[in-house]
């Protein structure tokens, strides 16, 4: 059984960090590319980031390039998303996905049950 679990959300003032883990299991880790999404309320689910199954490509949204870091441990079977510079539109539910490289929700095989991120003013 496949299973994502997120953890690492929480509350945090405007310009703070955070750091997102997604812990996988139940499945070949480093054979899916790891992805990063999230759902603010009353939105769709946007595209946050991605990395290949070797770590050796990224690739992020044009609104978290230079702020946010997305990583893997293939060893530990993680994929993690460092959050800096925070903003009040960063306030969302993220959620963590295993799939191909790719921007499109919907293409990824497997996914979290999500994490809430709120950044306060």
């Known amino acids: 059984q496949v299973q994502l679990v997120e953890s690492g959300g929480g509350l945090v003032q405007a310009g703070n960090s955070l750091r997102l883990s997604c812990a996988a299991s139940g499945v070949t880790f480093r054979n899916f590319a790891g992805g990063w999404f999230r759902q603010a309320p009353g939105k769709e689910r946007e595209f946050v980031a991605t990395?290949?199954?070797?770590?050796?490509?990224?690739y992020y949204a044009d609104f978290v390039k230079g702020r946010f870091t997305i990583s893997r441990d293939n060893v530990k079977n993680m994929v993690y998303l460092q959050m800096d510079s925070l903003k009040p539109e960063d306030t969302a539910v993220y959620y963590c996905a295993l799939g191909p490289f790719t921007m499109t929700s919907s293409f990824y095989d497997y996914w979290g049950q999500g994490t809430q991120v709120t950044v306060s003013s």
């Open positions: 990395i290949r199954r070797s770590g050796g490509t990224v």
